[in-house]
């Protein structure tokens, strides 16, 4: 016979002890498989315990893991620094070092695109403020604001979590963007990321900007459609590209979900993305958005580029 405990602990963990077939009833081999996201542990016990051992063993893990998803993480991995990988006291902390090298985004900043001044400015009588490019050319969306400078003290640590697939940073890149954010999420219906095309997602495995986004509306409760835009043309790398190649790059690049159209109509939406450069993208995402009939676009960002002087 093999017995077989679960206990269901959250949507997306669970935690199952097994007895290894074949093993005689009363020498249960335990077996304490932990499905996290993106972490898959299996822990194997004595070979003494017996069920009601393993019954304690699921009682007391799924206390732990109901008071916080933090102590389940803790108890098969040491919590570790965001940035450089050393061992912090908390998950999703950075160790001094690296929270040094952070530039956190601060007023005065442009109303509309969040780029910071780089010297004290004159507000206007509603305690406003538009940088020459939004003065001559403004963005479809309202107001985009970032946490984080993406410079050399950002850069590894948001390159890790894009491409080198630590997604454990989500929850705590969310949390900094939900206190950039507040205004904005306060006055917002949906939270919606912007997409990758879709053999960029088959390549990535996931992508950043959706993990960002319901880790936002997870801790938020604000409504999260990760589908609501499609990226309908692959577009070049914008790394490489002037700011008017980076507009023409993305130009048609950008649909909303036939399946999605009826979740708009005078929707305040707000756009999620990981870094801003020129802000080509999220501003592109922003027509479609408003030619589909939303009635308001905001962008919150984890970084963003910071042009000298
Ligand atoms: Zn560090
Ligand atoms: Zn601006």
Not at 118 to 131: I, N, Q, T, Y
Not at 250 to 277: E, H, N
Not at 288 to 307: F, P, Y
Request: proline share 6%; hydrophobic share 45%.
């Amino acid at each position: 016979m093999v017995r077989r405990f679960t206990a269901k602990l959250t949507k997306s963990s669970s935690i199952h002890t097994r007895q290894t077939p074949g093993m005689r009833d009363n020498d249960i081999d335990a077996v304490l498989s932990f499905h996290l996201p993106r972490l898959t542990m299996t822990i194997v016990g004595s070979p003494r315990w017996g069920p009601s051992r393993l019954g304690e063993i699921i009682r007391s893990t799924r206390i732990l893991l109901a008071d916080s998803g933090r102590y389940a993480l803790d108890i098969v991995l040491p919590p570790r620094c965001l940035a450089c990988g050393e061992i912090v006291d908390r998950q999703g902390g950075v160790c001094a070092v690296c929270w040094r090298a952070l530039t956190f985004l601060t007023p005065p900043w442009c109303t509309c695109c969040g780029r910071p001044f780089p010297h004290a400015v004159d507000l206007d009588d509603d305690g406003e403020m538009l940088c020459p490019d939004c003065l001559i050319d403004p963005p479809w969306y309202d107001q985009a604001r970032a946490v984080l400078v993406y410079d050399d003290g950002s850069r590894g640590m948001i390159l890790g979590f894009k491409h080198g697939d630590r997604t454990f940073a989500a929850p705590a890149f969310a949390a900094w963007m939900a206190r950039a954010g507040a205004a904005l999420l306060a006055d917002c219906d949906l939270v919606v990321p912007v997409p990758l095309h879709r053999w960029r997602l088959f390549r990535r495995r996931y992508n950043q900007a959706a993990l960002l986004a319901i880790a936002i509306g997870n801790s938020t409760k604000v409504p999260v459609v990760p589908d609501l835009l499609i990226r309908q043309r692959a577009t070049d790398s914008q790394g490489h590209l002037g700011r008017a190649a980076r507009y023409l790059n993305v130009a048609g690049a950008f649909a909303v979900s036939p399946r999605r159209q009826a979740a708009i109509a005078g929707r305040r939406i707000l756009l999620i993305d990981d870094v801003l450069t020129s802000g080509a993208t999220v501003t592109e995402c922003a027509r479609v958005l408003l030619a589909a009939g939303a009635a308001r676009i905001d962008v919150l960002a984890l970084a963003r580029v910071v042009k000298a002087g």
